[in-house]
């Protein structure tokens, strides 16, 4: 059989193509790219049938020329932690009908580990930043968020700077409260990670938490039995934490952690020590996540729905990507506890 001979068309599909192919403009499929507001459903169709018969690929170096890569980075402290799965589907979900590509950087737990991979980002023209609970000093963060578009998830401290969006801690540690004092108890500890004293953060998850249940024991005249334990929100720090509080004397009829992954690891410690949940010990979580409703486990947890807030977070930051300037904004989640078998009167078996 003769080889083909006949020309190949090596030139690569641009914008002006795809919208010449479609018969609109080229802002209307620009627009359609940015998943653009008031763009209709058969605008959109229209659109992205004729990129998809072109084989059209957007030439992401060329776009960042031009002031737009349509990349968005995600900074959190590690991928263990479940509740940002959570969160990350969220982003995800909403970006999806969009041409925004989210690239993820695991930064650790330190500060300047996560101020490098910030700057990275930066480094890398990405349009925008998503910041999940960061340990970098806020002082950075407002830099950073003063030049690239910016919304920041946990933290409390609000800016003119960037959009923010949190959870009610204090309201989310008052349920707990209030549902373990309704049960009998009255030595109920909290775990919880350390707040960011280095990083001038006023007001991060964890200290809102830590406020939330000081005032829900006061109220319930318990202060002189409240105690806050630091560990780490991790698997690691949770059994840590079991194993210091539940090996002692006094140790707590009620434990609440911070985050479902550390919930866990005092479930661990509480196995290795020979006592049951909730038999000996009731235990709560935080965030809800899906390994909560596992049948071993059954946590109860406080739900501040993480895909909710991955997605409005999403939303929130390509308005401000696309020239949103006049106003910062402040979204707050409203907290549900979720009660499982890991509650229980004292002593109940």
Sequence with gaps: MAADSSPRNTKR????DVARHAGVSTAAVSKVMRNAY??????????????????????????GMRGRTYTIGVLLDNVRNPFFADIL??????????????????????????????????????????????GT?????????????????????????????????DLGAGLVVDHLVALGHRDITLVAAAGNKAGRWRRTPEIALAEG?????????????????????????????????????????????????AALGVFRAAHELGLSIPGDVS???YNNTAIAALAPVQLTSVDQAGRTMGATAARMLI???????????????????????????????
């Design 213 to 261: 249940y000081l005032s829900a024991m006061g109220r319930h005249g318990l202060s002189d039995r409240a105690r806050v334990h630091h560990a780490a929100y991790s698997d690691d720090g949770g059994h840590a934490a079991g194993i210091a509080l539940l090996s002692g004397g006094d140790r707590p009829t009620a434990i609440l952690t911070g985050a479902d992954v």
């Design 38 to 63: 008031g763009v209709s459903p058969a605008m959109q169709e229209r659109v992205r049938s004729a990129m998809a018969e072109l084989g059209y690929r957007p030439h992401a170096a060329a776009r």
């Design 319 to 349: 308005e401000r990507v696309e020239g949103r300037r006049d106003r910062a904004m402040l979204t707050t989640m409203t907290p549900r506890l979720v009660v499982r078998r890991s509650t229980a009167a004292p002593g109940v078996r």
């Design 283 to 285: 235990l709560v979580g």
């Design 13 to 16: 599909v641009t914008i002006t």
């Design 137 to 169: 000093p806020r002082s950075e963060v407002l830099d950073t968020a003063a030049a690239t578009p910016t919304v920041v998830i946990g933290h409390h401290d609000s800016s003119d700077a960037h959009d923010s969006v949190v959870d009610a801690d």
């Design 89 to 134: 589907d969220g982003i995800r979900e909403q970006l999806e009908s969009s041409e925004y590509t989210v690239l993820i950087g695991a930064a650790g737990f330190g500060a300047e580990e996560q101020a490098r991979t910030v700057r990275a980002m930066v480094d890398r023209q990405m349009d925008g930043l998503i910041l999940i609970a960061p």
